[in-house]
């Protein structure tokens, strides 16, 4: 079975553009994990998405959104982007939304200069 | 408060040595989640274990092994003979109810040769 795949691996943008990111779920699974990682914030939650309703939100500005297609596969939208958004970008999914165990993609390197 | 707290940063130890990585958890919730992630230098948050708040069984898996208690909100995972593949960001995340995953901040662990 395939694992979570994340497109593109590597990006770089300049301050205030946009810039979306595309995440295709494990086949079966409908849930859906956004996370950002830097070095000194760690691992920070973004959202959630099941059944293309967004379930959990973190504490980010409204710059981030995502959204879930029917098909599962998910994008998050980066808008105005700063020089604090670069990061890894993860995304994980789990066959349902509550209890099961999340797998995570290898990562989107985001880069802003 | 939810919250996961590794204290450990970093943790060295020469091949074959043995090395525990200790994960402190907050939570109020009766029904939780447990989990190990595994972060090599590739990026990828590979899945270890996960464990629910009902089954204090410790796990052993080749040479890993769990130890989680209740009792002191524990749950520590050891690695037997380690090996210089071992070396990597280790994670432990918490999933209290159907809120989202938190994640501690990681111990990077370095097993020299």
């Known amino acids: 079975k395939a694992g979570v795949t994340q497109t593109p691996r590597y990006l770089i943008k300049t301050r205030g553009q946009q810039v979306t990111l595309s995440c295709s779920p494990i086949?079966?699974?409908?849930?859906v994990s956004w996370y950002q990682q830097t070095p000194g914030q760690g691992l920070q939650f973004l959202f959630e998405y099941f059944s293309e309703t967004q379930r959990n939100k973190g504490n980010f500005p409204g710059r981030f959104s995502g959204r879930q297609f029917s098909n599962s596969r998910s994008e998050m939208n980066v808008s105005t982007l700063e020089l604090g958004d670069s990061a890894l970008y993860l995304c994980?999914?789990?066959?349902?939304?509550?209890?099961?165990?999340?797998?995570f993609g290898p990562g989107t390197r985001l880069t802003v200069l | 408060a939810q919250k996961v707290t590794q204290a450990q940063t970093e943790s060295s130890v020469v091949e074959k040595e043995d090395v525990t990585l200790d994960c402190v958890y907050e939570t109020r919730d009766t029904t939780y989640y447990l989990f190990w992630y595994k972060q090599p230098p590739s990026g990828e948050l590979v899945f270890l274990i996960r464990r629910n708040s009902f089954d204090e069984q410790n796990e052993i898996s080749g040479r890993y092994s769990w130890n989680f208690q209740k009792s002191t909100s524990s749950f520590n995972f050891t690695i037997t003979a380690s090996q210089v593949v071992d070396s990597a960001v280790y994670f432990c995340?918490?999933?209290?109810?159907?809120?989202?995953?938190?994640f501690g901040t990681g111990t990077r662990l370095k097993v020299l040769a």
């Open positions: 995340a918490l999933r209290p109810g159907t809120y989202k995953y938190i």
């Open positions: 086949s079966g699974h409908r849930s």
């Open positions: 994980a999914s789990s066959a349902t939304a509550f209890t099961d165990t999340q797998y």
